[in-house]
């Protein structure tokens, strides 16, 4: 990640002015109140349980983070600082230790990719496939996902890959095939198509990721923008679908998030602005286990976080139109 030459000078001021009481020793009204409503917004469910002396520590981290953010910001900066994620770093193990005495031990999630193996490839011509390598035996699943998608859904699939990592691991995935997200691959494990709601439920998911990353939706390799959600190597275009996503649900909270991506204890503090555990591993998986929600179900009732995400999509015509062919293809 590149890194502006004169901004550790820049914090390196900012913080000798705050030890010493300088102008930025004591934060303003405004810094103030927003590092509180941040500390209940990052604690979650842990709110309660904080002590006044650990609710002060977690307050006073956010207001040294704020202060750092505004000073890059000003300068016209959108890459977070070293500074801000050492300070995410601290807040992060502030919250794991309170997770672990209040709420229970967090887990750690990844995937073994080492598991995988390809088991066929094929090229996608049109709305048929060609044999890339290996046994030409799973058509079947591309015509299974095929019938549950609107037609032209995979117009900008140029690849279908049959791997396998043993039952009840990943189902499937898609990545880009190019460098601008314009062309995509689907892959797929027989192993664990067999529950076909599980199955329905995992495509949508991954067709979200298309719907939401492909060139239309974000750029590649692009410096991060002020107010536009941006992951390593990518940006959000405005009036993007996953940067409106971010921007309604994820501000508050996703410093915390990457500070710590592989511990379920982020999870356990805000289990209910989350449709499932997996949700809660980013933005980009958060979209995308709602967008599978919506498909499949009913319009949720209410106004609580994990309603607002599955209806979050009837904003947009062409969502709303998608949903009701697909839902129409799969006899709901």
């Known amino acids: 990640m590149k890194r502006c030459k004169y901004i550790p000078a820049l914090l390196a001021l900012l913080l000798l002015l705050s030890a010493c009481g300088g102008p930025f020793g004591l934060a303003d009204s405004k810094v103030r ?80 990719e080492e598991k995988m193996e390809l ?51 990943i189902l499937a995935y898609v990545v880009p095939t190019d460098d601008e997200g314009a062309r995509w691959e689907l892959a797929v494990d027989p192993k664990d198509a067999g529950d076909e709601t599980y199955f329905a439920e995992t495509v949508f998911h991954e067709y979200c990721h298309y719907l939401t990353l492909n060139d239309q939706q974000v750029a590649y390799e692009t410096a991060p923008s002020q107010g536009r959600y941006t992951e390593e190597g990518m940006i959000t275009r405005p009036g993007s679908y996953l940067n409106a996503f971010y921007q309604e649900f994820w501000t508050d909270y996703l410093s915390d998030r990457l500070a710590d991506p592989e511990s379920t204890g982020f999870y356990l503090r805000h289990s209910d602005d989350f449709l499932t555990g997996y949700a809660a591993t980013s933005p980009s998986e958060d979209i995308a286990e709602s967008f599978a929600f919506f498909i499949m179900g009913d319009k949720a009732e209410g106004e609580s976080v ?14 709303v139109t998608f949903r009701d062919q697909a839902r129409a293809k799969l006899g709901l």
Do not use: C, H
């Open 33 to 112: 109140s927003e590092a509180s409503r941040l500390a209940v917004a990052q604690l979650g469910k842990l709110d309660p349980y904080v002590t006044g002396e650990e609710r002060r520590q977690v307050t006073q981290l956010l207001e040294r983070m704020l202060s750092l953010r505004q000073v890059r910001e000003d300068a016209g900066i959108w890459t977070v600082s070293a500074g801000e994620e050492q300070l995410a770093v601290q807040l992060n193990q502030l919250y794991e230790d309170f997770t672990r005495r209040s709420l229970g031990e967090p887990e750690s999630w990844s995937a073994d």
């Open 119 to 169: 088991l066929a490839e094929y090229d996608v011509k049109g709305s048929g496939l060609e044999l890339s390598e290996g046994e030409d035996s799973y058509r079947a699943l591309w015509e299974q996902v095929e019938a549950m998608l609107p037609q032209g859904s995979l117009d900008a699939f140029d690849r279908f890959t049959v791997f396998t990592d043993g039952e009840e691991e």
């Open 306 to 319: 994990q309603a607002r995400k599955q209806n979050f999509f009837y904003a947009y015509p062409e969502l």
